[in-house]
Each structure stands twice: as structure tokens, then as C-alpha cells.
């Protein structure tokens, strides 16, 4: 009797056993154990506490692009004002924080806003105001004379810009003028637009059309600086270009001359080996003025007559002066300097067609 019972609780035993065994696996799929579970919580709460990083981060961007935005509300563009024909305004910089570009606007006498004009901008030399120390003075008035609207600006550091000339970079001038050209052509119905450039402006000119910064519709070029071994050579020296260049490396500015140069700089002008190549097809079929000289000491006029036989571009081309051309600031011969910009405005005046 009593071995019976003990084979009949050994047989339920082995029953509920069994039971529990064979059903483990779908019970135990359906609830997951304490580990699990525990595991689980953990990764939902990672997962939502990343989440709100996400959104607390979004939220902080948004507070300080809002607090970006009212700092830069005095830096924004500023009224022109007007000084006879000629307007000042400053504009703010889509490419540099906090700072304005001092720009001077030159309008035609009987100037009506309802109207368009065609616009001309113009590019100084290494180093130098808007104006290019006022030598663009006779020029700007003589297109204003003929219904052209002139623009010009001061490069980073020169004239009422703000800055310091370390910012003055061929990078930094280019965006400027991009600033420039556009608060124009929101501003001022604008049919075409023209660059002037001499020097250094001459190449900034080139650059912004070679790199499609912008299109210009015609170009006039005097002196300009198509080769940086040109420039290297006449304003500092192949020697020490590579010193130079190596404490800017090292120290992120250099002095030299007065002047304090950034890495920029000399990258700047390394950019572009082919410049005058890559522009004759960029502004291939369009007018060109080449002004240069045969003396001219700083920019090959080799370089430049094969230039301008290669584009196709009109030239004048003197023989009694060097690379001042009427318009950098030294004494030109009058008849030297009248001759330049009589032809200059014959030029500029396609512009109005």
C-alpha cells in the first residue's frame, strides 16, 4: 500500500513535470524573463534619453542661431547715403560674422530708380582703397557721364573697412565683391555688369569669373596680375615668398613690410596655376579691354600680348610708362592717361547696347 502511494506521487511529480517541461518554450516566448526585462527597460530609457540629447540639442541650436540673428541686426546693411551723386552704404558680409564692406556707389547725374543701367564694377590694386587712392576718380565720372552706374568698395583693412589688412585674402575681396554685386542687383534694376580691374584687381576679376563666382557680361584688365610669379617677384621676392610662407605655416600670420599676411594669402595665390588659360575659355566670345604696358616692370608685357591675341581682346598698349597705367597714383604723362581713359569709355559704352 504504502510503495503504491509513493509510485503514484512519483507519478505526479513526473506529470507536472512534464507538463511544465514541454510547455517552457511557448510560455516562456510569450514573457520575457527578469534579466530580459530588465535589459529591455534599460535600453528604452538609452534610447529616450538620446532622444531628448537630440531635442535639447536642436532646441540649444535654434536658441543661439536666434541669438546670432539679433547680433548681426547691427551689422546689417546700413542706409546709403548720399553725398551729390555718389552713395555710401555698408554692407553686410555673407562670408565674415560682424563685419560690413564700406562700398561707394557713383550714379549717373539724372539717376531715376525706375530705370536700368548698366553697372560697372571696379577692382583696385594690391594694397589699396576703393578708389585706388582716387586715381578711379576721372574714369568713374566719365561712365557716369555716359548712363553707367560704378560701384566700389574698400578691400579688407584699406579705406573705412573695419578689419584689420590680415584679412585682406584674394578669398576675402572675391566674397566681397559677391556681396557687393548682389545687394545691386536687389537694390537697382541692373541690365549688365561689367568689371574693371588693374593690378591685383585685375586678377580678382578673372578669379571670380574662372571659379563661375560670377558671369560678367564684359572686362576690362589693366596690368593685371594673370601670373602670381609675376606678383611674387615684383612685390616681394621668389626667394622669400617660401619663408614667408613657412612662418605663416608655423605661426598663422607673417610680417613683412608693414603688412601682416595669413596662410590665406599665400595659398591664395597658389590656387589658380593657369589662370590666364582657364579665363579665355571661361569668357570666351565676350569683350575684353587689355590696357599694358611694353616697360612695365612688374607685369610681363610678353605674358600680356600673348594674352590678349589669345582672347581676342582689344588693346592699348603704351610705350612711354610703366605698370602705373593712369591710374595707380604716380605722374603718367597726361596725354598718356587721357588716351587710356578715352578708350576705356568708347569700351564701356557697348555696355549700354
Known amino acids: 500500500m504504502r510503495k503504491k502511494k509513493i509510485i503514484a506521487i ?9 507538463l511544465i517541461g514541454c510547455g517552457n518554450d511557448e510560455y516562456s516566448a510569450g514573457i520575457p524573463s527578469v534579466v530580459e526585462e530588465e535589459a ?70 539724372d539717376f531715376n530708380a525706375e530705370e536700368t543701367y548698366p553697372l560697372v564694377i571696379m577692382f583696385p590694386g594690391f594694397s589699396a582703397d576703393h578708389n585706388n587712392g582716387t586715381r578711379f576718380d576721372d574714369i568713374t565720372k566719365e561712365l557716369n557721364k555716359e548712363g ?26 572675391k566674397n566681397d565683391a559677391v556681396d557687393v554685386l548682389n545687394y545691386m542687383e536687389r537694390n ?34 589693366l596690368g593685371p596680375y594673370c601670373d602670381a ?26 610680417r613683412y613690410v608693414q603688412q601682416e599676411y595669413s596662410l590665406q594669402w599665400f595659398t ?23 590696357v599694358y604696358s611694353v616697360v612695365d616692370d612688374c607685369v610681363d608685357p610678353i605674358k600680356m600680348e600673348k594674352f590678349y591675341k589669345k582672347i581676342g581682346a582689344a588693346a592699348i598698349c603704351i610705350s612711354d610708362w610703366g605698370h602705373d597705367l593712369g591710374v595707380r597714383g604716380y605722374d603718367t604723362p597726361k596725354q598718356t592717361t587721357k588716351t587710356i581713359q578715352q578708350q576705356s569709355v568708347a569700351f564701356w559704352k557697348d555696355l549700354l547696347d
Open 188 to 221: 537697382y534694376n541692373i541690365s549688365k555688369v561689367g568689371a574693371f580691374g588693374y593690378d591685383v584687381g585685375g586678377r580678382i576679376a578673372m578669379e571670380l569669373q574662372v571659379e563661375k563666382m560670377y558671369n560678367f557680361d564684359q572686362m576690362e584688365l
Open 10 to 18: 512519483y507519478a505526479v511529480f513526473m506529470m507536472v513535470f512534464a
Open 40 to 109: 529591455r527597460v534599460n535600453s528604452e530609457k538609452a534610447r529616450t534619453e538620446t532622444e531628448e540629447e537630440i531635442a535639447n540639442r536642436a532646441k540649444q541650436q535654434v536658441e543661439i542661431a536666434k541669438a546670432k540673428a539679433e547680433a548681426q541686426k547691427q551689422y546689417e546693411n546700413f542706409e546709403l547715403v548720399m553725398n551729390g551723386d555718389m552713395g555710401e552704404v555698408k554692407i553686410a558680409s555673407s562670408f565674415r560674422q560682424e563685419i560690413t564692406i564700406p562700398t561707394y556707389i557713383y550714379f549717373p547725374k
Open 268 to 290: 591664395d595665390w597658389e590656387r589658380e596655376e593657369n589662370l590666364t588659360e582657364d579665363f579665355c575659355k571661361a569668357f570666351d566670345g565676350k569683350r575684353v579691354m587689355l
Open 229 to 254: 610669379d609675376d606678383f611674387i617677384h615684383a612685390c616681394f621676392d621668389n626667394n622669400i615668398w617660401g619663408e614667408l610662407k613657412k612662418k605663416a605655416q608655423d605661426y598663422g600670420m607673417v
Open 148 to 173: 553707367l552706374i560704378v560701384v566700389q568698395y574698400d578691400n579688407p583693412g584699406y579705406g573705412k573697412s573695419s578689419e584689420v589688412n590680415l584679412a585682406y585674402t584674394l578669398t576675402n575681396v
